[in-house]
Nanobody, 123 residues
Framework: VQLQASGGGLVQAGGSLRLSCAAS????????MGWFRQAPGKEREFVAA???????YYADSVKGRFTISRDNAKNTVYLQMNSLKPEDTAVYYC??????????????????WGQGTLVTVSS
C-alpha cells in the first residue's frame, strides 16, 4: 500500500488548506483512513479519521474547524482545514490500516503511512 500526501504549505492564521492523500496498492473503500500530525519537539497525535461507513472522528483541538472526507472512486482521502491557528503547524501524515476493524484514534492500529506534508501557520 502506498500513500501520497499533498497540499501542505504556508498560510496565515485564519486561513484554509486542503490536504489530499492518494492511496494505491489495494482496495480503498473497505478501510478506515486517518490523519495524524507531528509538531516540532512533540509526539505524533491523532487529528481525524473516517471509517469505511463514512463515520468521522476528530481530535478536540480541531473539531469544528477540520473536515475529513473520502472519495472512494479516486482512492483519496481529504482533510479540509479552516480557521487555521499557529498551533496547527506540523507535519501531517495520512495513514491506513491493514485490518478492517481498528481503533481509529490509535496510531499503532495503522500500518501504512504517507511521507508527510508540512503545514505552517503564521501568526
Amino acid at each position: 500500500v502506498q500513500l501520497q500526501a499533498s497540499g501542505g504549505g504556508l498560510v496565515q492564521a485564519g486561513g484554509s488548506l486542503r490536504l489530499s492523500c492518494a492511496a494505491s496498492g489495494r482496495s480503498f473503500s473497505n478501510y478506515a483512513m486517518g490523519w495524524f500530525r507531528q509538531a516540532p519537539g512533540k509526539e505524533r497525535e491523532f487529528v481525524a479519521a473516517i471509517r469505511a461507513s463514512g463515520s468521522t472522528y476528530y481530535a478536540d483541538s480541531v473539531k469544528g474547524r477540520f473536515t475529513i472526507s473520502r472519495d472512494n472512486a479516486k482512492n483519496t482521502v481529504y482533510l479540509q482545514m479552516n480557521s487555521l491557528k499557529p498551533e496547527d503547524t506540523a507535519v501531517y501524515y495520512c495513514a491506513a490500516p491493514s485490518k478492517l476493524a481498528i481503533l481509529v484514534m490509535w496510531a499503532d492500529d495503522y500500518d501504512y503511512w504517507g511521507q508527510g506534508t508540512l503545514v505552517t501557520v503564521s501568526s
